[in-house]
């Protein structure tokens, strides 16, 4: 079955940095384009960003680009966010999640990981 | 910047019918939007319902179902079981430099 979990979550203070991991198994990680979803404390999700299949193209919005990286590593399963200048409004629970075949939605998520920032 | 409006708050009856919506403030959602819609309980991660307007993954309930409906995307669930109280997403996709945009949710109370 379908397995994501993500790993690397803590406590970071405020301009430091972090990386989240999501280790993938129970499909073809190679083929498939994943996902990074963020929720703040009591609020909604946000769309973070997306890496394609082969690792090849990203995209971010635009509350964290430039500020953070998302890549996978097709060889090792995992799917990696660097996170770097963080601010106390990135503290959340940042999800993992996998596209479906025919691109564009989801069907696979993660059970989160929290970062929280703050001095 | 792109906005995503659901109705923050809806309550429906056990056994009653309740549509919730999704709307775009570029303009009418189309199947080009790809909607999608996710359940999330209190303290658990997201769960995906419907992709690509109003196709269901394998898990989905019958009674959920997704369409378009007067320019914007709908869920709608037939049949309302106590379990369905939830806050509930929709996601559009469009062209640009921030392709996925989440709505703010809606809190689902089955009363």
């Known amino acids: 079955q379908v397995q994501l979990v993500e790993s690397g979550g803590g406590v970071v203070q405020p301009g430091g940095s972090l990386t989240l991991s999501c280790a993938a198994s129970?499909?073809?990680?190679?083929?498939?384009?994943m996902h990074w979803v963020r929720q703040a404390p009591g609020k909604g999700l946000e769309w973070v960003a997306f890496?394609?299949?082969?690792?090849?193209?990203?995209h971010y919005a635009d509350s964290v680009r430039g500020r953070f990286t998302t890549s996978k590593d097709n060889s090792k399963n995992t799917l990696y966010l660097q996170m770097s200048s963080l601010r106390a409004e990135d503290t959340a629970v940042y999800y993992c999640?996998?596209?479906?075949?025919?691109?564009?939605?989801?069907?696979?998520w993660g059970q989160g990981a929290l970062v929280t920032v703050s001095s | 910047q792109t906005v995503v409006t659901q109705e923050p708050s809806l309550t429906v009856s056990p056994g009653g019918t309740v549509t919730l919506t999704c709307a775009s403030s570029?303009?009418?959602?189309?199947?080009?939007?790809?909607p999608n819609w996710f359940q999330q309980k209190p303290g658990q991660a997201p769960r995906s319902l419907i992709y690509n307007t109003n196709n269901k993954h394998s898990w989905t309930p019958a009674r959920f179902s997704g369409s378009l409906l007067g320019g914007k995307a709908a869920l709608t669930l037939s049949g309302v079981q106590p379990e369905d109280e939830a806050d509930y997403y929709c996601?559009?996709?469009?062209?640009?430099?921030?392709?996925?945009?989440f709505g703010g949710g809606t809190k689902l109370t089955v009363l």
């Open positions: 999640a996998k596209e479906v075949s025919s691109g564009y939605s989801y069907d696979y």
């Open positions: 129970g499909f073809t990680f190679s083929s498939f384009a």
């Open positions: 890496v394609r299949y082969d690792g090849g193209n990203q």
């Open positions: 570029t303009g009418p959602v189309t199947s080009g939007y790809y």
């Open positions: 996601l559009l996709w469009y062209r640009g430099a921030q392709p996925w945009v």
